[in-house]
């Protein structure tokens, strides 16, 4: 057990490569934060969809390198930090290396193999390995066909927001998934950020809600709304109106740079956060819906 403070200033240096996962649902805003809090600085960031928490990384200027797939606003536009440094509009330059979905899911799959690289066909009739020289073809031995080819990822670190944990980092997530277990078994070191911490009585009686298991984590924080305004099932819902809003803050740059002050670099944590915005469990809390149990008896 730590707080997010010393697991970031532990385990996430100047020029690592850094995973910050969750697909929709889970997504670390909080850790993001404590990232730009700590000023760090070329760090390569990888994600399937980077949203919201890329782009204040971007803007914070945090990033030298974004390795990705699609990459907006979901449901609203684009991320117009990300655009500035792509488009080298007044901001630092930012490198880009871009994959399909499952390329990335590829990679990350690689990586926790521990193999050199993945096979996959999805990049048949598309442009992406004609600007991307990381895509590249082999033959298959038994059938003679040509595949494409993505190389193994494998972060410095992954931080991964869940549920619930236990104190050995344990870790339960229950939802919409992503490539976290993936992207976990990838990674040098694991950073798992929860919503609440239990025994471990309670992640052995339910063990196949068990994503990443403590032999591989490096340090567990607990960390309520520590997702917002992602969302956490069965703790808190989806800030739907955060994302309308970001599309205003962050076109416009003394804006974005504004919100940065007030709500990242101006608050000391994520209780601190939290502490501006009071009316997000009024707003946001999950209703209780639960699951009957499950017999796993012999």
Request: charged fraction near 25%.
């Amino acid at each position: 057990m730590t707080t997010l403070r010393d697991a970031v200033a532990r385990f996430v240096h100047d020029g690592d490569t850094v995973v910050i996962e969750g697909f929709t649902h889970l997504i670390c805003f909080a850790a993001g934060h404590e990232i730009i809090r700590q000023d760090r600085r070329d760090l390569t960031l990888c994600r399937l969809t980077p949203d919201l928490i890329y782009d204040q990384m971007i803007a914070a200027g945090c990033a030298r390198k974004l390795v990705f797939s699609w990459a907006g606003n979901p449901g609203v536009g684009s991320l117009h930090a990300f655009r500035r440094a792509v488009e080298g509009k007044g901001a630092p330059p930012l490198e880009i290396e871009e994959y399909s979905h499952f390329g990335m899911v590829a990679r990350f799959a690689a990586g926790a193999a521990r193999l050199p690289f993945w096979p996959l066909r999805n990049y048949m009739g598309t442009d992406l390995p004609r600007v991307n020289p990381r895509i590249r073809h082999v033959t298959c031995p038994y059938t003679g066909e040509t595949l494409a080819t993505v190389p193994a990822l494998n972060p410095d670190v992954s931080i991964i927001h869940a549920q619930r944990a236990d104190a050995q980092g344990n870790t339960q997530i229950w939802g919409l998934l992503g490539v976290q277990k993936e992207a976990a078994f990838a990674s040098a070191h694991v950073i798992v950020v929860v919503e609440e911490l239990v025994d471990e009585a309670v992640i052995r009686a339910d063990p196949n809600r068990t994503v990443i298991p403590g032999m591989i984590v490096d340090a567990v924080v607990v960390e309520p709304w520590g997702a917002h305004p992602s969302y956490a099932q069965g703790y808190y819902d989806r800030d739907n109106d955060f994302y309308v809003a970001w599309e205003a803050i962050s076109r416009d740059r003394e804006a974005l740079e504004r919100y940065l002050d007030e709500f990242v670099r101006g608050v000391s944590d994520r209780a601190a956060y939290l502490d501006k915005r009071p009316e997000l469990a009024a707003r946001l809390k999950a209703k209780a819906r639960y699951c009957p149990g499950v017999n796993y008896g012999f």
